[in-house]
């Protein structure tokens, strides 16, 4: 008898999705309920109550569109969650609203003026909801005729029976109809829409009438009910855009392709009035409407006073974001001046801020961070060494402490160890030592 030879099967790994940890990897949002009290610990939010609060007001200001043109700065130590609370509240506007983030030193090494870069980070941070019918026709599927040539090359030819509650019409289909229609696999049954103007074919589910085919189709089939009425309606759809994708569109030759490569440069002025004075056209004819988004501005004091002239004189505008901008100083240089003001921060423009103020972490509001980042990392750690990384984030700093939680883990799985315990704490603190331990001369 032949030995049957014995056969390696390579490894698959599926790449479908990819998830990156980052340092505020684990926020959702706010942490705040219906009436905007901040809970304890809530969507990877710990502590800052009362900042937390004041956000929470902020962001209910910007839903309803009444907080426009307005400043916010978040100021205190490093290390106190300014950046996550801007996470939190750019989670919490959700997809609809835009968010830009920026650091105040990115505007120094972009290949543009200082002042073309906000520019162009405040028209990312406006969006237009523009709103436009279009014809579809929605039924579902009676039956479908495909006919292919008997020599094989040629056009194919077709038939489509849609149906709705009320009636049922006959449509000739082309070669690229049916092309769409084999793509989506649509079959007698299928509750399907078709966009008129593109040809588009979306499949919306599996009619009701043919659930008594639930075990031939599966259990993740959809069910939807039957269009009622006529075949063919009107639909209103709407796209949200940036005003700063609208510029560039508009200002390059090769048009959208600017957005993907980045290149976008510098764009001329008169391109941008006169897509303001078309946006504000459709305004006025309701079909399009302005939403003020967020543009955050992380270590504002970086930025010199030729920016904040500028930010003074944008925010008068009528399309302006909501400037939300973060710092860790207190009273310090204007950067390329003499003079000394609060947070590095004209006065003048400080005057036109609203301020919320965080505080230093309790030793007990550090243990919760550490524990949610270990759930964000996979890190099973036991109670002792979670409590000589709390003492270690408080002698030293949260980051530092933060930063120990994936280095300990790879160490404890390379030991095949369960848990990260405190023996191997400890030698990551001799392997990784911290600013704080050393002692110059």
Known sequence: MAAIPSVKVAEVREFSRIERIG???????????????????????????????????????????????????????PGTGKTAIAMGMA????????????????????????????????????????????????????????DRPATGTGAKVGKLTLKTTDMETVYDLGNKMIESLIKEKAQAGDVITIDKATGKISKLGRSFTRARDYDATGPQTRFVQCPEGELQKRKEVTHTVTLHEIDVINSRTQGFLALFSGDTGE????????????????????????????????????????????????????????LIMATNRGITKI???????????????????????????????????????CEEEDAEMQEDALLVLTRLSMETSLRYAIQLITVANLIARK???????????????????????????
């Not at 990877?44 to 569109?65: D, H, K, N, P, Y």
């Not at 650091?103 to 941070?125: P, V, W």
């Not at 501005?297 to 930025?303: F, P, S």
């Not at 003048?348 to 509001?365: C, F, G, H, N, S």
């Open 415 to 441: 030991r095949k160890a369960m848990e990260v315990g405190t023996q191997i704490v400890i030698e990551v603190l001799v392997l990784f030592i911290s600013y704080s331990f050393l002692h110059f001369p």
């Open 267 to 322: 764009i001329k002025s008169e391109v941008r009035d006169q897509i303001n004075s078309k946006v504000a056209e459709w305004r006025e004819e309701g079909k399009a409407e302005i939403v003020p988004g967020v543009l955050f501005i992380d270590e504002v004091h970086m930025l010199d006073m030729e920016c904040f002239s500028f930010l003074n004189r944008a925010l008068e505008d009528d399309m302006a974001p909501v």
């Open 23 to 77: 340092t505020h990897s684990h926020i959702r949002g706010l942490g705040l309920d219906d009436a905007l009290e901040p809970r304890e610990v809530s969507q990877g939010m710990v502590g800052q109550l009362t900042a937390r609060r004041a956000s929470g007001v902020v962001l209910e200001m910007i839903r309803e569109g009444k907080i426009a043109g307005r400043a916010v700065l978040i100021a205190g130590q």
């Open 91 to 146: 989670q919490a506007l959700g997809d609809n609203t835009p968010f830009t983030s920026m650091a105040g030193s990115e505007i120094y090494s972009l290949e543009m003026s200082k002042t073309e870069a906000l520019t162009q980070a405040f028209r990312k941070s406006i969006g237009v909801r523009i709103k436009e019918e279009t014809e579809i026709i929605e039924g579902e599927v009676v039956e479908v005729q495909i």
């Open 335 to 373: 950067r390329g001046t003499k003079y000394r003001s609060p947070h590095g921060i004209p006065i003048d423009l400080l005057d036109r801020m609203v301020i919320i103020a965080t505080q230093p972490y309790e030793e007990k509001e550090m243990k919760q961070i550490l524990k949610i980042r």
